[in-house]
Every structure is written in C-alpha cells, then in structure tokens.
C-alpha cells in the first residue's frame, strides 16, 4: 500500500496558509518551523522542538533512488519542491504507481511502517528539496505524544480516502475521461515531469496518452 494523493491534509494546507502571514515573519523562520506554525496540529512547545530536530532537510539531485527493489524504506519523507514517483516493474517495463510533489509526504507505506522489504522504488523526478524523518524517530515521536499518534492516524485516514479515490477514477473513468482528470486535477505535475510517467500511473500508454491530449485540446487544459 502506498501514499496517493496530497496526503496529511493537516500539513499539506500549510503552504495554502502561509500566503496570509506575514513576509516578515515567513522569512525570519525555517520552513519546517513555517510549516508547524501555520498547520492544525495542536502541538506542545516540547514536541514542536523535537519535530523540528528530528526532521532533516535534503536537498536530493533528480534521479536519485531512495528506496530501491529489496530495500526496507528506513524514512518518511515531507517534500517542500520538487517531485518522486514511485514505480514496480511488470515484465521490463515499469509502472508508475505514486506521484508526489510539493507539500506531500511520501514513503514505501509497506515498508516503513512493518519495517519489511520493499517491492517498489521510490526516486525524484526534480531536484528536490525534503525534510526527512526516520523510522525510529518517528516511532518514537508518536508514542510519547498524543497529537503525534493522531498526526499518524490522520496519515492513515487519508491514505486510505485517496485510495478509495483512486479506484474510483479507474473504474468509472475512461482513459480520455481519467487523463483530462488528472492534468487539471491539483496534484498534477503535468507539464514537470516526461508524458510517459503520467501515462503509465493513469493505466495507458505513451502514445494513447499523447493521441488522448489532443483530443482533449489545450483550451481545457489549465496547466
């Protein structure tokens, strides 16, 4: 199982808030700080500290594998910009199965959470900027508070509505219908990242999707 799209809805409007603070303050504070003040979360002063510590900004090169095939996903990771995927391989070719970009968090949900072999790989699409946490810290967050056991929970509830979601638009969408969906939908990285990412993850091909766009016609693109 694995993250879909915009998840952790409690951080992800932190970037939307942020635009009503002022620039003064923006700029005085580090962009995790930015991203706990603006969010819902009832967090103590203590907890916010150590949020802060043990999330690690990284700046990742695109291309970069940070989970490969057999691997155990050792990190959740908040990205500020840039893009990942994840991606399995049926036969030689690999399937798109995750795209994510800024303000979501993104991991092997499998294999962070039990700690298990991973069966995808995860890797950047962009340069990239993340702050990162590790499995140990994160484990160790969330049984000393209690918002940070609801954090993970919330994390949950929503990977579980975005799944839901995602089945939903496979199975009453066409392609032409599913592809129109995604290049106007919010999350979409149309346009940053090659055709044949985006085709994949959407169940098509490269050339259905490029015959599919411009059927569509840019006039309804909003990209």
Same mark, same amino acid.
């Given at each position: 199982?694995?993250? #879909?799209?915009?998840?952790? @809805?409690?951080?992800? @409007? @932190?970037?939307?808030?942020?635009?009503?603070?002022?620039?003064?303050?923006?700029?005085?504070?580090?962009?995790?700080?930015?991203?706990?003040?603006?969010?819902?979360?009832?967090?103590?002063?203590?907890?916010?500290?150590?949020?802060?510590?043990?999330?690690?900004?990284?700046?990742?090169?695109?291309?970069?594998?940070?989970?490969?095939?057999?691997?155990? #996903?050792?990190?959740?990771?908040?990205?500020?910009?840039?893009?990942?995927?994840?991606?399995?391989?049926?036969?030689?070719?690999?399937?798109?199965?995750?795209?994510?970009?800024?303000?979501?968090?993104?991991?092997?949900?499998?294999?962070?959470?039990?700690?298990?072999?991973?069966?995808?790989?995860?890797? @950047?699409?962009?340069?990239?900027?993340?702050?990162?946490?590790?499995?140990?810290?994160?484990?160790?967050?969330?049984?000393?508070?209690? #918002?940070?056991?609801?954090?993970?929970?919330?994390?949950?509830?929503?990977?579980?509505?975005?799944?839901?979601?995602?089945?939903?638009?496979?199975?009453?969408?066409?392609?032409?219908?599913?592809?129109?969906?995604?290049?106007?939908?919010? #999350?979409?990285?149309?346009?940053?990242?090659?055709?044949?990412?985006?085709?994949?993850?959407?169940?098509?091909?490269?050339?259905?999707?490029?015959?599919?766009?411009?059927?569509?016609?840019?006039?309804k693109f909003r990209h």
């Amino acid at each position: 199982m694995l993250f #879909s799209d915009k998840i952790l @809805t409690c951080l992800k @409007t @932190t970037f939307e808030k942020l635009t009503s603070q002022s620039v003064e303050k923006m700029e005085s504070m580090k962009p995790l700080q930015r991203m706990l003040e603006a969010s819902k979360l009832v967090v103590t002063p203590a907890v916010k500290q150590r949020i802060q510590e043990h999330f690690k900004p990284f700046k990742i090169p695109k291309g970069r594998v940070l989970v490969d095939l057999g691997q155990i #996903s050792p990190s959740l990771y908040f990205i500020e910009k840039g893009v990942m995927r994840t991606y399995y391989l049926r036969g030689s070719e690999d399937i798109t199965s995750l795209l994510v970009s800024d303000g979501d968090i993104v991991c092997i949900a499998e294999s962070f959470f039990l700690q298990k072999l991973s069966n995808e790989v995860l890797e @950047t699409l962009e340069d990239t900027t993340v702050y990162s946490i590790s499995y140990e810290a994160y484990r160790k967050l969330i049984e000393e508070d209690a #918002s940070m056991a609801g954090l993970a929970v919330k994390l949950l509830e929503q990977h579980l509505i975005n799944f839901t979601d995602k089945v939903k638009v496979f199975k009453y969408l066409s392609v032409e219908q599913r592809i129109e969906y995604y290049i106007n939908h919010p #999350s979409s990285v149309f346009r940053r990242i090659p055709d044949h990412y985006i085709a994949t993850y959407l169940g098509t091909t490269g050339a259905t999707f490029s015959r599919c766009l411009k059927a569509i016609g840019p006039e309804k693109f909003r990209h």
